[in-house]
């Protein structure tokens, strides 16, 4: 699933909005989400609480370089 993280993770390089692949689910109130830059190349790979983050929708827009 794609999802919107919610507040900044500044120590990993991500911010507020940025979107992320959930890659794995530990437990129904954690999952581990890759972060990607627009090269494809990764940016991070964090495991987070559910709370921080919400499922992607038509009005998230990719951001542009």
Do not use: C, K, Y
Not at 20 to 32: F, N, R, T
Not at 46 to 55: G, I, K, S, W, Y
């Amino acid at each position: 699933d794609t999802v919107v993280l919610l507040r900044d993770l500044p120590a990993n390089g991500i911010r507020a909005g940025d979107l992320g692949a959930v890659v794995h689910v530990h437990s129904p109130a954690a999952v581990e989400v890759e972060f990607v830059r627009a090269s494809g190349e990764p940016q991070a790979l964090v495991l987070l609480a559910t709370d921080e983050l919400r499922p992607a929708g038509d009005r998230d827009i990719m951001p542009t370089a």
